[in-house]
């Protein structure tokens, strides 16, 4: 059974840090890349960042120099490293894996990052 955990939300100042983590078992992450997507209150779930099967990352234009994307396929795991946070940027943050070729994808439950002072 593939399972993918996220932690490290919560809540920070505008201007702060957070580091979200993306816990996969069941497949090897290896096969797949991992994307962050996220949903604001009332609005629509958006792309937030790509890194794929090869390292190559992409990033909203939202976020672009401000989030960072990485993973680490030995732990099975994948990172999203949020810095200067804006109150816009409050979501429930999804982590999704696709396997390279395929079909075959999974999304995680989310977790909650809340930008505000």
């Known amino acids: 059974q593939v399972q993918l955990v996220e932690s490290g939300g919560g809540l920070v100042q505008p201007g702060g840090s957070l580091r979200l983590s993306c816990a996969v078992s069941g497949i090897a992450l290896i096969n797949y890349h991992v994307s962050w997507y996220r949903q604001a209150p009332r609005k629509q779930r958006e792309w937030v960042a790509t890194i794929t099967n090869a390292d190559v990352t992409n990033y909203a234009d939202s976020v672009k120099g401000r989030f960072t994307m990485s993973r680490d396929n030995d732990k099975n795991m994948a990172f999203l490293q949020l810095n200067n946070l804006r109150p816009e940027d409050t979501a429930v943050f999804y982590c999704?894996?696709?396997?390279?070729?395929?079909?075959?994808?999974?999304w995680g439950q989310g977790t909650q990052v809340t930008v505000s002072s």
């Open positions: 999704y894996i696709k396997r390279v070729l395929s079909a075959d994808d999974y």
